[in-house]
């Protein structure tokens, strides 16, 4: 049971390159976020999914771009990097059904990424 | 803008003792709350969830909910040097999570 995968698990690029982080789940959840954890600002939401072709902004999703087009897949396109998207990215995924949908999420392993 | 708050620490107890984590989270709508560990490299991990008042107990950990006062703590009992991390609390708000800064967490031997 390989659960939820992200890669590249680290990557450096230099400024204005286009990036994109890859998160994949066994779960079959439906729900499935992305998070970047900077110190002194905690877990911010980038943005959400709540199902395939479905997807919106979270806390922080400026310079970001999402796509959901399977259930199991959820990657995230930094457009044009910048040095201030240094940071580590957290992707995570939350059951479809009852009253944890959405929020009893469980986290990938994490992509640090170096814009420089 | 709905929030969380936690101490960010570093709280320091020794082996042994009760570590006592607390948060607080202002959207009086959230029904469901968590406490997460974070290890230092690593990301973070599930390790209790609560949603009605009182107490949850889990092993060494207990999870408290007062909802009037909108705040939320975390127990540990009979703490270990593996317990040393970062402990994440988050509420829900609109099927999504909110979370705090974390509150760093020193057990020493």
């Known amino acids: 049971d390989a659960g939820i995968t992200q890669s590249p698990r680290y990557k450096i690029t230099e400024t204005g390159r286009q990036v994109t982080l890859m998160c994949h789940q066994t779960?079959?959840?439906?729900?499935m976020f992305w998070y970047r954890q900077d110190l002194g600002h905690g877990l911010r939401l980038i943005y959400y999914s709540a199902a395939a072709d479905i997807t919106d902004k979270g806390e922080v999703p400026d310079g970001y771009v999402v796509s959901r087009s399977k259930t199991e897949n959820f990657p995230l396109t930094l457009e044009s990097a910048t040095r201030s998207q240094t940071s580590v990215y957290f992707c995570?995924?939350?059951?479809?059904?009852?009253?944890?949908?959405?929020?009893?999420?469980?986290f990938g392993p994490g992509t640090r990424l170096t814009v420089t | 803008q709905k929030e969380v708050e936690q101490n960010s620490g570093p709280l320091s107890v020794p082996e042994g003792a009760i570590a006592s984590l607390n948060c607080t989270y202002s959207d009086r709508v959230s029904q469901s709350f968590f406490w997460y560990r974070q290890y230092s490299g690593k990301s973070p991990e599930l390790i209790m969830s609560?949603?009605?008042?009182g107490d949850k107990e889990d092993g060494r950990f207990t999870a408290q909910l007062n909802k009037a006062s909108q705040y939320v703590s975390l127990l540990i009992r009979d703490s270990q040097p593996s317990d040393s991390a970062t402990y994440l609390c988050?509420?829900?708000?609109?099927?999504?999570?909110?979370f705090g800064s974390g509150t760093r967490l020193l057990v020493r031997p």
């Open positions: 995570a995924s939350s059951e479809s059904e009852g009253r944890l949908a959405g929020v009893e999420q469980y």
């Open positions: 988050a509420a829900d708000s609109s099927y999504k999570l909110i």
């Open positions: 779960w079959s959840h439906s729900y």
């Open positions: 609560i949603y009605s008042n």
